[in-house]
């Protein structure tokens, strides 16, 4: 009886550490990507996790290992902003594993090369597609795309918890979160939550360190007043329109209905104009978001930014969305950027690259994503005179996600988390 207990006894610790010390999954594992000729530096993974089984709620994750030493070094889960737009962007066009060569002709795919300066060099990193129906991520029910921050913050939260539950030996690496542009918002309403779950003794434990926020949302009155000082200093306004537009303001730029207000800041707005809104000092590349009148409006020389023979040009030439278009966020609805495009022409943006290389099936298959559409069989009666064949046709229906946008408009989407600065300061106070 002692040695059956002691058997027993065995068996149960020899279970609790087959699955304590499961690895990644391998069905998520990505083994090529059409486009790419070399070998990758470290392994890929990619896929769904699905946070509500009930409404059938999935988000999509790329997943690229640290090219160092992925056992130690950290995880960074990268998300962009919006809201309502991919992280594949940044994947694509800012730090992601490879360099994009555009594709030569319509019909073959963009080259990919490996990128010197990836941010997985050294890091784990995630990119994330949040919040659902953003990029690859969707809902079977239509009502959990009308969202906002902290259910957005709560749904990465779950996300996260059943990530490391899927790659356990990350568990004990530090981690961090990090992002651009809206994610100012995504990125410490996320914190926060993480740091509340680990009070609460949700497991597993999130080994948070920090957060890291670049052109970040932050507060609706900080914000909206810093565009004026920003280009004032960086040379883009002169001295005598600075001084006008502030006395005539009084010092407050975006909420000022004063006419003298609203006349001297019509004046800044046409010296900023035209301007690459993402990086001053790059060129700018100008897509197919310009009208044809806007493009003869241009100056000869600043169409000829941008103009290049390289072939990796495309991380220089192209960048990815940033927020706000000379606006603050408010409370309430936050307007996609299908919807301040409708009104607003914003140079600088390209997608063309990216939209083509995910949307092609043999990559959509690779990194495991759903198929732009889904096959469908139907029969139809065609009666030629009295009767007919009966003929079989191949329809193409589209699947939940249809074709990968960089930025959707199908969010109806709430900034209802407020002034960020509250969330900074509790962080920052609590170590992170």
Same mark, same amino acid.
């Given at each position: 009886?002692?040695?059956?207990?002691? +058997?027993?006894?065995?068996?149960?610790?020899?279970?609790?550490?087959?699955?304590?010390?499961?690895?990644?999954? $391998?069905?998520?594992?990505?083994?090529?990507?059409? %486009?790419?000729?070399?070998?990758?530096?470290?392994?890929?993974?990619?896929?769904?996790?699905?946070?509500?089984?009930?409404?059938?709620?999935?988000?999509?994750?790329?997943?690229?290992?640290?090219?160092?030493?992925?056992?130690?070094?950290?995880?960074?889960?990268?998300?962009?902003?919006?809201? %309502?737009?991919?992280?594949?962007?940044?994947?694509?066009?800012?730090?992601?594993?490879?360099?994009?060569?555009?594709?030569?002709?319509?019909?073959?795919?963009?080259?990919?090369?490996?990128?010197?300066?990836?941010?997985?060099?050294?890091?784990?990193?995630?990119?994330?597609?949040?919040?659902?129906?953003?990029?690859?991520?969707? @809902?079977?029910?239509?009502? &959990?795309?009308?969202?906002?921050?902290?259910?957005?913050? +709560?749904?990465?939260?779950?996300?996260?918890?059943?990530?490391?539950?899927?790659?356990?030996?990350?568990?004990?690496?530090?981690?961090?979160?990090?992002?651009?542009?809206?994610?100012?918002?995504?990125?410490?309403?996320?914190?926060?939550?993480? +740091?509340?779950?680990?009070?609460?003794?949700?497991?597993?434990?999130?080994?948070?360190?920090?957060?890291? +926020?670049?052109?970040?949302?932050? &507060?609706?009155?900080?914000?909206?007043?810093?565009?004026?000082?920003?280009?004032? %200093?960086?040379?883009?306004?002169?001295?005598?329109?600075?001084?006008?537009?502030?006395?005539?303001?009084?010092?407050?730029?975006?909420?000022?209905?004063?006419? &003298?207000?609203?006349? $001297?800041?019509?004046?800044?707005?046409?010296?900023?104009?035209?301007?690459?809104?993402?990086?001053?000092?790059?060129?700018?590349?100008?897509?197919?978001?310009?009208?044809?009148?806007?493009?003869? @409006?241009?100056?000869?020389?600043?169409?000829?930014?941008?103009?290049?023979?390289?072939?990796?040009?495309?991380?220089?030439?192209?960048?990815?969305?940033?927020?706000?278009?000379?606006?603050?966020?408010?409370? %309430?609805?936050?307007? @996609?950027?299908? $919807?301040?495009?409708?009104?607003?022409?914003?140079?600088?943006?390209?997608?063309?690259?990216?939209?083509?290389?995910?949307?092609?099936?043999?990559?959509?298959?690779?990194?495991?994503?759903?198929?732009?559409?889904?096959?469908?069989?139907?029969?139809?009666?065609?009666?030629?005179?009295?009767?007919?064949?009966?003929?079989?046709?191949?329809?193409?229906?589209?699947?939940?996600?249809?074709?990968?946008?960089?930025?959707?408009?199908?969010?109806?989407?709430?900034?209802?988390?407020?002034?960020?600065?509250?969330?900074?300061?509790?962080?920052?106070?609590?170590?992170?």
């Amino acid at each position: 009886m002692r040695f059956l207990l002691k +058997v027993l006894a065995f068996v149960t610790l020899l279970l609790v550490f087959l699955i304590t010390t499961e690895s990644a999954p $391998q069905s998520a594992l990505i083994t090529k990507l059409p %486009g790419f000729s070399g070998t990758f530096p470290s392994k890929h993974y990619s896929g769904y996790v699905t946070i509500d089984k009930e409404h059938g709620k999935n988000l999509w994750y790329y997943f690229v290992e640290s090219e160092m030493n992925p056992s130690k070094d950290p995880v960074v889960l990268w998300l962009n902003g919006g809201p %309502g737009c991919s992280s594949m962007d940044g994947f694509v066009y800012e730090h992601g594993p490879f360099n994009f060569e555009p594709a030569k002709t319509n019909y073959s795919l963009p080259l990919l090369h490996l990128n010197p300066y990836s941010w997985s060099k050294v890091s784990n990193m995630i990119y994330l597609d949040s919040p659902v129906g953003v990029g690859f991520s969707y @809902s079977k029910n239509e009502s &959990d795309y009308i969202t906002g921050d902290m259910k957005t913050a +709560v749904d990465s939260h779950a996300f996260l918890l059943k990530w490391f539950q899927m790659f356990p030996e990350f568990q004990s690496n530090p981690f961090y979160i990090s992002g651009e542009s809206y994610a100012g918002v995504y990125v410490p309403t996320l914190a926060s939550e993480v +740091v509340k779950g680990n009070k609460e003794g949700l497991k597993p434990a999130l080994n948070l360190k920090g957060y890291l +926020v670049g052109n970040g949302v932050a &507060d609706s009155m900080y914000d909206g007043n810093a565009l004026v000082p920003f280009a004032h %200093g960086m040379g883009l306004v002169s001295d005598q329109l600075f001084e006008n537009v502030t006395k005539a303001c009084n010092g407050n730029f975006y909420d000022n209905l004063s006419p &003298d207000c609203e006349e $001297q800041m019509a004046k800044v707005s046409m010296d900023i104009d035209r301007l690459n809104i993402y990086n001053i000092l790059e060129p700018c590349y100008h897509g197919t978001s310009l009208s044809a009148f806007d493009i003869k @409006s241009l100056p000869s020389t600043l169409l000829q930014l941008g103009k290049t023979e390289k072939p990796l040009a495309v991380r220089k030439r192209m960048f990815g969305r940033a927020w706000p278009v000379r606006a603050p966020i408010l409370p %309430g609805i936050v307007p @996609s950027w299908s $919807q301040l495009l409708a009104d607003v022409s914003v140079p600088c943006i390209d997608d063309r690259v990216a939209t083509a290389w995910l949307n092609d099936p043999a990559i959509r298959k690779a990194i495991h994503a759903k198929e732009v559409s889904n096959s469908v069989l139907i029969l139809l009666q065609y009666y030629i005179k009295k009767t007919g064949p009966l003929m079989c046709l191949k329809i193409l229906q589209e699947s939940e996600i249809g074709r990968w946008e960089l930025c959707t408009g199908k969010l109806w989407f709430h900034h209802d988390a407020g002034s960020m600065i509250s969330f900074h300061r509790n962080l920052t106070l609590s170590g992170y």
